[in-house]
């Protein structure tokens, strides 16, 4: 028996996750590293805590998508008991 890779659009949103997370992690350290020299400490946590606020909107958004078309949750998308 040959392993599947799941329901389908899973595999994909997977890997938008790990590419959205790593494009934040590295795209907002090198943007301080060079771009910010005259920003203070606390405006370079903020630039990257902006970045990872957004890729986390991302990510959610596309997890959210993909469980609501499974009635994984609640209302207008399907029942929660299917």
């Given at each position: 028996m040959?392993p ?8 994909g949103?997977?890997?938008?996750t ?7 992690l590295?795209g ?7 771009f910010?020299?005259g ?8 630039v990257?805590?902006v ?8 990510v959610s ?5 993909w ?11 399907g029942?929660w008991?299917?």
């Amino acid at each position: 028996m040959e392993p599947t890779l799941g329901p389908r659009g899973l595999v994909g949103r997977i890997i938008f996750t790990i590419l959205t997370l790593a494009a934040f992690l590295a795209g907002s350290l090198i943007y301080v590293a060079f771009f910010t020299g005259g920003f203070s400490v606390f405006q370079k946590v903020v630039v990257v805590l902006v970045a990872l606020i957004i890729s986390v909107t991302l990510v959610s958004v596309a997890w959210v998508t993909w469980a609501g078309r499974r009635g994984m949750i609640r209302g207008e998308w399907g029942p929660w008991n299917k």
